[in-house]
RNA sequence: CAGGGCAGCCGGAUAGCUGCGUGAAUUGGUUUCUUUUUUUAUAAAAAGGGGCUGUUCAUGAGGAAAGUCCGGGCUUCAUGGAAACAGGACACCGGAUAACGUCCGGCUGGAGUAAUCCAAGGGAAAGUGCCGCAGAAAAUUACCGCCGGACGGUUUGGGUAUCCGGUAAGGUUGAAAAGGCGAGGUAAGAGCUCACCGCGGGGUCAGCAAUGCCCCCGGCAUAGGUAAACCCUGUUCGAAGCAAGGCCAAGUAGGGAGGACUUUUUUAUAAAAGUUACAGGAGGCGUUUCCAACUCCGCUCCAGAGGUAGGCCGCGUUGAGCAGGACAGCGAUGUUCUGCAAAGAUGAAUAGCUAUACAUCCGCCCCGUUUUCAAAUUUUUGAGGCGGGAUCACGGAGGACAGAACCCGGCUUAUAGGCUGCCUGAUUU
RNA sequence: UGCUUCAUCGUCUAAUGGUAGGACAGCGGACUCUGACUCCGUUAAUCUUGGUUCGAAUCCAGGUGAAGCAG
């Protein structure tokens, strides 16, 4: 079994398009953002997103294919646990060289992974200096 | 033959590494449920089943899987049965089929030298409507004409004006003007008469029939077109669709019982009514090293309904199946015998990458032609364009259309290239 | 996946089978010292391929594209 499980539900794939973290490249997109479930798992999960635009069914699956080729070499290398994830495949995933498609998807992980930490970062401390605020601005009245 | 037509078949191959779905096997591992036994209990053991996972074996996309255009199975709904009306579909004739708008054979008309191909091809003497502009007139026509007669003026006659009548040959318009063309005939004309052609009706023969051949008659007032205008005639059709539908079923809301609290009545027991809630605070459980963020609980128990989230079935070895042989038939097809049979996904498997050879294409090579350009120069060279040959070597490019979604029979549309058979034409022998 | 509907200038819309009209936008000109307003002129379309018809935006058939509904 690899490091991930798949995304499947409708509702996970809207929530990373509305307030997910994205990057993309020049053959795909990724986008990611942590998970909503309370499960004692640490997998990640990853959906792949083939839109009618790139082309008919056939070149559809090709695209998912080859996304699903180039995730089962790196993504438990590079993805975070406890994250959703979605690939998005563009116009010329299908046509494209794989080594390409392979170093786009671990320059996208590793910067949205950069990225996430990042905010957190910015997050946590803005939490502290408020607490801070709140502790100094608590003994003032008194 | 680097002409054409028809029918049928294939539609990428091999190897390596890494993977996916389904089914079967497995005293493999792990987890969970049920039952039984032991134990006060925690728990342990045995049997059976399920989930996840490992190993082995088997198997895994098309001719169109596509468009969703027809027909059927299947499911649900409605319905006692049948018929009629409305609405839709179809339409030369006969046959095939479960059925069809499909297929086969024939007819008629059209295209082609031919093989062959194409055609929604019933009815306009049931009725209604429409036919712009142009034109006299677009449907019981009469403008210009042609002809005869009457009367007036002048008067030998002819011509002209008006009125009455005959006529549909000629003119103009248009997509279309009341059969065509020629001859006779006539005051002028006219199927008025005749020959040929067209049309309609009847008869003989051939054919199941559509229809064809021949003969006779009619004399075209049966009188234009349009039915992919309404319509008429005949045949036929209940509606919706696997997201159909069936089963299991969290949670939430609601019901009942008890507990707790509040209010009222009562000396009290008790009875009745209401609340058990939003927000806030404190706390606990889970994911997490922590923080942050999020979720759930927040008095207990019981019963049944509904059927949401989710799951299972429907769903694949049986279906108008595929292959081959025999017989019947011109054929579609039918009858019969033998053999072969496992895709079953559901954010959706059936592959990803690499290498090799091969079909094919281009260049390289040769020949002809063109003058577009450059150089020398007045016909040479080089580059380019077009056509043909050669395919040995070398270099490069390089796999068409396209992905099952309940299942079948068709239709339509997309499709690189290759193979096989038959027919026809031209040329040569 | 199934079902349903639609397609007309760059945009929004008209058109009993008979010359594709209007508004806004664009371009050119006039008015003005200049711009705006106004006026005049002009460009520009029936999604595509066939068929029926004397003649199709319209009727019929195939294709293409877009939108909606069911969950």
Redesign the pocket.
Known sequence: ?PGYT?????GD?VRLTRCGDTVSTKTLVVQAIRS?L???S?KARV???TTKKIG???IR??C???LR?AA?LWFRKYSMP?FDYAIIARYNTAEAD?EELCKDLVYALKKIRRKIRLEDKI??EE?KHEKENAENAVPVPD
């Open positions: 079994m798949v995304l499947k539900k409708r794939f909503n309370p499960k004692r640490r959906g792949y997103t008919k069914a056939h699956n090709r998912r294919r080859r080729a089962a406890n794989f997050r946590f939490r």
